[in-house]
């Protein structure tokens, strides 16, 4: 009895993930009192302090005054990219970000809105059903009806927000998007105003103010960009965003981000170290169709990325930590890694084995343990 | 105090080590790296402030007799000195350009009146260098300070520290300062390779060896010398030390044997002054001593180096390269320029710089016009600006410049191998055998590096089957010397001036996109051929990459057959080392080998012949060795072949049975009863043509198994004996066009493996035959057509 009281109010308000500004609140408000330079119009803080948020002060704090603050790292590559990407933000084109899944486009696009505009929320998740209205303005039918078209019957989308508050607007994933329906954001990037036929007067124009600008991300494997209109093209920058190059940075990524699932879901990462650089290597290695090493194995068609290995590390973790009698993570790895490679295509399994009898055995036969016991798992891919 | 006599310790300031070199007056110490826009601006300037009674350039001592012409009025850069040892090895290649800092000092001296010495290290004297050695900013060494440094301003590794802090930095300022700052890297780059590495022995003998000409310098009453050299070696000049007593005395690390024999026995060493080309320049052709870009570093020099003229340079460049895409029909407009530009310019002042360099054009180019795409519009971009910032600028000789390079070498080489040369009228016919005889195999490679510098010399008059010895007609004609005239842009060897003709032809093939798998398997043969092992080396990587994608399976199997004859070393003049034949072995030939097994489940759909053959091709290649296995394992393949068997075009269900029974995969006896199945089926049109893919696809493959395997064909002529004459009629169409695909010795071959049965053989004439079964047929047809109640009286008596 004394326990469900608790349990409620646990119940009531527990957000499984918070956005980046509210999480990285402090930060930001730091930052803002670190550089007094020239702000581009409508930022929050200077470029510069853009690209320390996101890629982090390194080993030393920043200070303000008496204060002094390390700032984490938050995007795990090349800084150049990010200073690109601050670069384009300023200027009058729209950011694309592509790349393969999981290699945290959208993770950085939500980093550089919360940096600029102090707020990540304005998104529209790119779908086959996103329409229009999605991306310009919809209407309340209701007092559309009651009393015709009106400012306040006019529903705007994220983008027409953004718009109208200097703010940067995020659409993710937007090749999934018609061709047709992507178009609606030409004139938004290249006019910088929307109109709006149905009102009359000044409310039939709405301008961007100084702020505004479009974060899109698009993933290479699904349709890719080829589909998308050469004049919408013209109206972004495009940065290719690649998988995490340095292995120590992976597996470190790999550790901290399924501790912090795990912590999530309340309990705490207690996967071996040994078994997360297994992991790590059979990722990086089935990525790229080439070993540590150097010997070549076939990559299979589904894509390893970084963030699925963190759902496998995850998973790993979570099986320790609630099934106390279930068998170790190395033994159980083979079977979660095929999980993750017999996704798309059936023939995936082979290549797998092909990884088995090529590197794992390899490995084995120089007389590495870890993977020598891995070899001893091979039946766990086979079925 | 390191073995340079240098004193680095970790705690040593900075600033006070910098102002100790920079206020160092014997000699006064430029320190440059090889090519440096903003150091060949502030050079002049430098010397005119402090008027030197001696200019001291780090060149070796055989080059000083061709500084006057390095410096004379009428030369226009680019220009390469070189010297070689008289034998062809050991080439020191020293390429200058406008923007090269040494060519600026030497010009400067020789219009002035101030003697000049090349004070480096002689060839013939030096144990162990190359002109990587002697031109690169400092040895590859763990570098955690360049990290460091890197990571602070965004970029890694040794050129690019040197372009952040000086090149980019240095726009706008003065003269003074940018010498300061190139002491600067310099030092910090000496102090990190004592302090991780090592400084490579070489360097170390060179620096002794300059310090005693600086000594010298002053004991002949020299008082204000001032020295151009590496920054990286300007630190060592800081110490008096000389030695014992004199270069020679030394004994060193690992060369001292060979000093002390060299001693007895004077090298010659052959010098030449050549013209050159910005192609050649750019060090993405992997030419020595090159620089990325050439004609933007030149622009950047043109404009003085200062923060002004450096954005006009980047938006021309912009502009042109916007220019170059539309030209190969991409879509680049004036918005897109601008952008670009805006774009650089502004991630400039974002990293603290007051211009663009090199990098921020480059990346602003790829985020503004690439569109995200690596291999279409980012291909055509990276082409765009290769034409435009690599330039094709050419280099011309002052009038009265004696002649040298590549004829003179040609010349002597000729003699050497008995080859007929310019003043021999008459041709010579020759017949080599390079694996056996060292002569032969040096006039074998002479020939092929001849062809592929592109000089008529050599023409092939027969290759015997197996390769291993060939005839040539060699004739001296006109265009012989015209076109080595032309090599010779390409440098002072025939070996270095092939090796530049295969790199030019990646370039060119690069930008105008024609980098095929046929064209990289070619020029891989190229320069094994030529002996140009790394040049092949860095070739042979592209197979495990993008070839693997874009080759066609024929393609894989010639690659494959490539490698394998790389590997075993039958290439004349390519001598694989241990590492390589390793590589080569464990690594790219599985990893051909798998593309090729994945091409077999692309096959599924193919009517194409050639196809089939290149399947039977790789089966053969697997049954040489365990490699493809190794790769995918063995099931793999059994996985794609069973799936070609059953779900194929007819032509590959009979390819892929046929491979399965010749790897052991399937027992004769099923694919004889599938084969004999097959001819069942085929009743009407459409499983007739089946009928006919299928078997042509097994003869394909199987012509030796089915004269091995007696089980196969048994079964497939007992189906088709089994079969009424109507029947057989039907299939005769299907089976002659299978049988098509054997050439007439093979279905001799084949006939003759079936002779064994009596049965075929004819003991009547076929038309006797043909009429009784034709009465035969008439007889039963009219018994059908009888009315059963009729018959039934004849059971009944």
Sequence with gaps: VTSEPQANSARASRPQLLPSETVHAEELRFLAAWDSGARPPGWLLTPRAVVAFIVGSGDEAVEVGPRALTISPKFVGDRSLIERCVVTLAGERGLLLVGEPGTAKSM????????????????????????????????????????????????????????????????????????????ALISILSERRLSIPELSGEGGLAYAQAGFNVIATANLRDRGV???????????????????????????????????????????????????TALVTAFRDLRVGRTAEGWAVEKPGTVMSTAEAVGVATSLGIQAAYFEDSEDALTLLPGYLLGVVRKDDPRDQARLLGYWDAAVKRRADAGMKLWARLWELRGRIEG | VTPAGTTVAADVDPRAAVETLAAWRTPFLIGVRHHSPVLATAVPILLDLLAPDLLLVEMPAELQPWLPWLGADGLEAPVALAAVRADGSGL??????????????????????????????????????????????????????????????GTAGGGDLWDRLVEVRAAGARAEEVRRAALAVGWALRLETATWGQVPAGDLQREVWMRARVAAASERGVERPAAVIGAFHAPALLSTEVGAASPQQQTWPSGGRRASARREKPVEIVTSLIPYAFELLDSRTGYPAGIHDPEWQQAVWHGGCTPEAAIRAAQASIVRICRALREHGHPAGVPDARESSRLAVTLASLRGLSAPGRGELV??????????????????????????????????????????????????????????????????????????????????????????????????LSLDVDQLTSRWWLRWTPSTSAMLELAGLRGVTLAQAAEGALRLRRAEAERDQRVTARWLLAQIEAAAECGAVELAQAELQALTREFRQQATLVELIDAVELVDRLGRGHVPAFDPSIELREQLTDSTLPSLIGAALNQVEGLVGSQRTEDAQALLALVQRLQRGDAGARVLGDSRLRWALERLEREGSPLMQGAGGAVRVLLGHLAPEALGERLGSWVDVGVERGSQSALAGRLRGVLLMAAPLLEAAPAVTRRLFARIEALDDPAFLARLPALREAFDVLSPAARQRFLDGTREDERLVLEYPPVLLARWAAGDRAGWEAAAGLDTEALSWGSEP
Aim: with cysteine.
């Design chain 1, 226 to 276: 080829s589909e998308m209109s050469a004049a919408l093209k013209r109206r972004f920058n495009f940065e290719l965003v690649e998988p995490i190059g340095d292995f120590e940075l992976e597996r470190r990524l790999v550790e901290r981000q399924a501790a912090a699932a795990l912590a999530r879901s309340g309990a705490t990462l207690t996967v071996d170290e040994s078994v997360l």
């Design chain 2, 363 to 460: 990346e602003a180019l790829q985020t503004c016009l690439a569109q995200g795409e690596p291999h279409g519009r980012g291909r055509a971009v990276a082409a765009a600006m290769q034409q435009v910032l690599v330039g094709r600028r050419r280099g011309q000789l002052a009038t009265g410049t004696p002649r040298s390079g590549l004829v003179p070498h040609i010349e002597g080489l000729f003699s050497a191998l008995r080859f007929p040369g310019p003043r021999d009228a008459a041709g010579v016919e020759m017949r080599l055998d390079p694996l056996r005889s060292e002569l032969d195999r040096r006039r074998y490679v002479t020939i092929q590096r001849l062809d592929v510098c592109g000089v008529p010399y050599a023409d092939a």
């Design chain 1, 108 to 183: 950085l696009s939500e980093l550089l809105a919360a940096a600029i505009s102090g707020t990540s929320a304005l998104t529209v998740q790119g779908t086959a059903g996103t329409s229009e209205e999605h991306l310009r303005y919809g209407w309340n039918y209701a007092l559309l009806i009651a009393r015709g078209p009106h400012p306040e019957a006019l529903v705007p989308s994220p983008i027409l927000v953004a718009m109208e508050s200097g703010q940067i607007a995020r659409v993710e994933e937007v090749t999934r998007c018609l061709p047709e329906v992507q178009d």
């Design chain 2, 92 to 153: 020191l290649f020293y390429p200058y350009a406008d923007f090269s800092p040494e060519l600026a000092a030497v010009r400067w001296a020789v219009r002035h009146g101030v003697p000049v010495e090349a004070f480096d290290l002689p060839v013939s004297r030096a144990t162990h260098d190359s002109t990587e050695q002697r031109t690169r900013l400092a040895p590859e060494t763990p570098a955690p300070l360049s990290e460091a440094l890197g990571k602070q301003l």
